[in-house]
């Protein structure tokens, strides 16, 4: 079992920054690659980053630029750096643990409760 528990959600206006934490627990961190999803009301959960236990990265099109993944191994967290933020970026935010990085959440083994990101304008 991995146990995942975020933190640093909040509200922000549009073009700010917010930076989500993800401190992991239980098995061996570095066995998973670790992903961030985010869920939007009446929208399916959809991948925004995700990043191998080598360091290797990817991101969903609509982040590109502005997002940033990062992990560390020491420390067993995982976290994400969201810079100029937009209305659209509104959603739960999820982290995850998975076989390398996943895109698809059915792919996902295990998740965190999520943290609300709220971006006004």
């Known amino acids: 079992q991995v146990q995942l528990v975020e933190s640093g959600g909040g509200l922000v206006q549009a073009g700010g920054s917010l930076r989500l934490s993800c401190a992991a627990s239980?098995?061996?961190?570095?066995?998973?690659?670790m992903d961030w999803f985010r869920q939007a009301p009446g929208k399916e959960r959809e991948f925004v980053a995700g990043i191998s236990w080598s360091g290797l990265k990817n991101y969903a099109d609509s982040v590109k630029g502005r997002f940033t993944i990062s992990r560390d191994n020491a420390k067993n967290m995982v976290y994400l750096q969201m810079n100029s933020l937009k209305l659209e970026d509104t959603a739960v935010y999820y982290c995850?643990?998975?076989?390398?990085?996943?895109?698809?959440?059915?792919?996902?083994?295990?998740w965190g409760q999520g943290t609300q990101v709220t971006v006004s304008s």
């Open positions: 239980g098995r061996t961190f570095t066995n998973y690659g």
């Open positions: 995850a643990a998975g076989p390398g990085i996943v895109v698809a959440p059915r792919h996902v083994a295990y």
